[in-house]
């Protein structure tokens, strides 16, 4: 018994020191900022909301998607990973029915991504409440998905087979699991004029109820 | 004193009338609206051949050009379908339902718009 003890502080010592020399790779917000500046990112992406569009005109002039709620967007973590190898989500370029996205989105350095992300990650916006969606492969959110309203024709997904399916002009929801949180999926569909007031995905608050939302947010976060 | 106020006058009824006039612009043109809503699936020209009709695609998105397909749709018809989708001339759920995205106005021209693309009007 006493040597089961000391064996237990003995790790719990190693594990705290352990703990305590790992250097943190939180990056800085501040530092973040200044190159999100210097790289002009500033040129597609919005950080300050609350969203203004009125207009068809007015979105189109958008050259990519808004970062203002960054934060209570994606997952932690996932904006890091993706600056440094950022792979295309929207297989068409933003908001066009003709032009292929080219793929072509400046890639980060570790140091860069880590603040950059860690400056967006500080973008919430107070409209994506703390519902709690939970994955799950739910029924109602997949016969939702699939059959009573075809999400697919407008987002890429994959098929039982594993193969990619669906339209090319919304954001791919394949790996949407790992890159959305949850409970932004639901605000997002709930009450989609707080972040987008003009957009080409039809709104369908008062068509899906708010239970459906929840079924169906819980259903990608699966993907 | 009375030229100010008048000024003053004519300023705030000038502001007030372009800032009504913002919100009234809310409403889009039926080719605005078209492009933005439609051709994803339905092409720019409406031939069905948006970056949408993908060849994986169960259904393929309506041609508007045909003034065969189209004239089997009373304008009724077509205004439903905007509005409620698919669903509501027993087509494929694929047909999104844009009902809480247009407004009544905007269907209503968006009708006129597609009848203008097929040439066509209910058989």
Redesign the interface.
């Known amino acids: 018994m006493k040597s089961f003890v000391t064996i237990f502080s003995v790790v719990l010592a190693i594990l705290f020191l352990f703990y305590a020399a790992t250097p943190t790779f939180a990056g800085s917000s501040e530092s973040g900022k200044k190159i999100f500046k210097k790289n002009k990112c500033i040129a597609c992406h919005q950080i300050e909301g609350p969203a203004r569009e009125k207009t068809i005109a007015d979105q189109m002039k958008r050259k990519g998607p808004e970062l203002w709620y960054a934060g209570s967007k994606f997952k932690a973590g996932f904006i890091e990973v993706w600056l440094k190898n950022p792979e295309v989500i929207r297989p068409m370029e933003y908001y066009s029915i003709t032009e292929k996205n080219r793929g072509d989105h400046i890639k980060l350095n570790s140091a860069d991504a880590a603040d950059v992300a860690t400056y967006l990650e500080s973008l919430r916006s107070g409209a994506v409440k703390p519902v709690g969606i939970q994955p799950a492969v739910d029924r109602k959110g997949r016969i939702i998905f699939s059959k009573s309203q075809s999400c697919y024709g407008c987002h890429q997904v994959l098929s039982r087979r594993g193969r990619v399916v669906g339209g090319l002009t919304g954001p791919s929801l394949i790996g949407a699991g790992k890159r959305l949180n949850p409970d932004w999926i639901y605000a997002y569909m709930t009450n989609s004029t707080a972040f987008k007031p003009v957009k080409d995905m039809p709104i369908y608050a008062g068509i899906l109820s708010n239970t459906d939302m929840a079924a169906l947010a819980a259903y990608i976060s699966t993907f | 004193m009375a030229r100010s106020l008048f000024i003053t006058v004519m300023i705030s009824t000038a502001l007030t009338l372009l800032v009504a006039g ?1 919100c009234v ?2 409403a ?1 043109s039926a080719p ?2 078209y ?3 439609c ?3 339905h092409g ?1 020209e409406g031939y069905g051949d ?5 060849k ?2 169960p259904v393929e998105p309506r041609d508007h050009t045909s003034a065969y397909e189209m004239g089997k749709l009373t304008d009724e018809d077509i205004s439903y379908v905007i509005k409620d ?1 698919g ?1 509501a001339t027993s087509k ?3 047909m ?6 247009l407004t009544d106005a905007e269907v209503t021209e968006l009708v006129s718009y597609i009848r203008k693309l097929c040439n066509c009007s209910a058989r």
């Open positions: 913002a612009a809310g889009a605005d609206n492009r933005f809503y051709a994803q699936c720019l948006g970056p949408n009709a993908t994986n695609q989708g669903i494929s759920t694929l999104p339902p844009f009902g809480k995205t």
